[in-house]
């Protein structure tokens, strides 16, 4: 944790907490009037791919999803021979550039017998020379064959990928999509945009790929350096020099990238702060009229003087202080030496060439060559390390990516089917809640408190009471949105955690108060009310006119096909069109919304929904349209039992067979509309205060 002491400013670039005043771990550093205190490395950091020590625990972790990872690739349609071919490459682009490696050695052995013997083994030149020429082409070849062969196979990972997470993310319900660890773990599967996003998977079968090629190259080049260095003179004195040389730059290189670790800063110097504060004085419009006013443009001249000579030179901003910083830590006698180290192969070379003056030309090759040979080695070395982290890096995205899978989902699923008796569905269900209460996850107080009611089969119950009084909550209870805290709900006499989650959802049908529109066509919206159903375009049609949204989509130039929100926008400058359509379009939405609903109750002779459920449908209306609406949905719903919520007090309550009158999570009222009047409770007093106005 952050202890503020007197702190003014903090900055940070990456998340994370930690005690400043914990020294084994936070190192502080004071950059003029900056205290900037950073996370410790550990000690083993400084080795290259050994600063992600503790992924390699990951890394265990992560080994039995590489296997299913490895297993679903293969399984992929033709990605087992794409990979194959890719390894193919990779391994290609290894071996032959050591290959190469070692044919250029052989001429330089052509070269010293020549210049030894005066005489030159034509065949054999040939040979090497075609040898070293093909090593090149084929070194080309394996790296255009990896290239080529990249696209399809990574398309196809990420498509088959892409299906798999989309599922894993559909199938979770409310309370655990709601649930923070859950968003965080799908925010790290997901990225926010698809757009050159290459899949995790294959990113890991990549780095594994760099791993194997680094490592066989690593091994090829160092063997193939050896055959070279055996038959020159000092070649061994030359590869270690030169090996010392590009290893030493390759390790401050490597300490100069060092990522931004956990860090923050503060300052506790107060002339600084003062200083600061009347520089936004003035530069602060809104304190001008006082500045004038109070005639204190020479006192806030002086103040802010006096604060800066005090602070003196030491008055910068902190992230010029860090760059400052950085760049004095550059600097260290080994930087100084760094460079001229660079030459000592060449001096060595020259001295050499000094002592045996017929051998200048192989010696100036091999220099060449050896210096050549080596800075691949070291730069593979060091790729060869980098990898191991990313590796570990890897294998835990591929653990994440198969995680998401198994998020398990808070309401469990029942095993009774439902309905047992298909003409009981026909005949529609009864509904019956037992002393329900339920708190929302996290939330203190109770949303429902002791809710007792029962509906018989096919009756009509209308939930009335002012907004936050419960009466969605008990709708979202009846399709298991969440469950109960205590006591039970029983849905066709059974309790409704013992039915099989997906047989309780089909038999109800339910249009939420906060409905959202998908982003897809007018047609899908209302189709996905009955995914069985979903081709039928005349089903779809006949939903729409009973929703009452026909004569409003064919009035749109793409009538049923339009999309009122376009996920994809067109890339052009302007858009003029589309935001036309869907501001015309937001007037017939609650009408689709409606026919989603029909689509799945009422329009088909033989659905199978007993149930149906609205929550305020008619909150956005006017009285009129209300007024239809009601209408329609007596005459349509049948023989459905019907649960209708809604803060109004009118026309519907009158036909209801039970009303619940809420307040504040509890029942307070319940009975028919006549009972409720002869009461002369609350539900009374209020419906002859609203009621005739929507009459
Ligand atoms: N997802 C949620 N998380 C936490 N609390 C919630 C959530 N949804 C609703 N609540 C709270 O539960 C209580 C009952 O809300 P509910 O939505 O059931 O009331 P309502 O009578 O339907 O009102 P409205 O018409 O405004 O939806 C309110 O206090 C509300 O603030």
Known sequence: MWRPGRQTNTFSDRKGTFDPTDTRHVKHTKLEVWDFYEEREPKLARIPGSSSLEKYMDLLEGLPYVWRMVKDVLAIPTCAVLLLLYAVGQLGQAIFPALGLWYQGQLLNIVQVAIDTRTVDASHLLHVS???????LAQRAMAILSFRVQEPLTARIGRWYGVRLFHARARLDLPTYETTNVQRQLDEVFPESDLGKIPVAFEALQTAAIFVRAGTQVLAQGFALMQVLGEHRDGLLLCV?????QGTMWFSQLNAMQPTRVWAATTTNEEYVKMQGWRRVVSDAAHRKEIVAGNLGEYASSEFKKASDKVGDKAGEFREQQRWEAVRQGFSLWTLFEHPFQYVPHIVFALRAIQYPASIP??????????????????????????????????????????VGNIKNKVQDGT?????????????????????????????????RNISFKLAPGQLCVIVGVNGSGKSTILKLIVRLYDPDEEEILIGGHDIRTLKLHDLRQAISVLFQDFTHFPLSIRDNIAIGDPSAAGDDDHVRLAARLGGAESFIEKL???????????????????????????????????????????????????????????????SLDPVAEHDLFNRLRELRGSKTMLFSSHRFGNL???????LYMNESVVVEA?????????EGEYANIWKLQAQAFM
């Open 130 to 136: 075609a040898g070293r020429i093909m090593c090149s």
């Open 241 to 245: 020099i030169t090996g010392l040389s």
């Open 362 to 403: 192989v010696s100036l090759a091999s220099l060449h060559l050896i210096q050549s040979a080596m800075h691949g080695l070291i730069a593979n070395f060091y790729r060869l390390a980098n990898s191991t982290s990313s590796v570990a890096e890897q294998l835990a995205a591929v653990r994440k990516l198969y995680e």
């Open 416 to 448: 009774v089917p439902f309905p047992e008796d298909a003409s009981e569905i026909k005949s529609s269900v009864a509904v019956e809640f037992r002393n329900v209460s339920f708190k929302y996850p996290g939330a203190e107080n109770y949303a429902l």
């Open 557 to 619: 130039p793409d009538g049923f096909n339009t999309y009122l929100d376009r996920p994809v926008r067109d890339l052009k400058e302007r858009r003029h069109s589309s935001d036309a359509a869907s501001t015309t379009a937001r007037c017939g939405m609650q009408g689709i919304a409606v026919a989603r609903t029909f689509m799945r109750s009422v329009v088909s002779e033989d659905t199978n929904v007993g149930l149906l459920l609205f929550d305020e449908p008619s909150a």
């Open 653 to 659: 309550t009158r036909h209801a067979d039970l009303i």
């Open 671 to 679: 009975g028919t509309h006549e009972e409720l009047l002869k009461r």
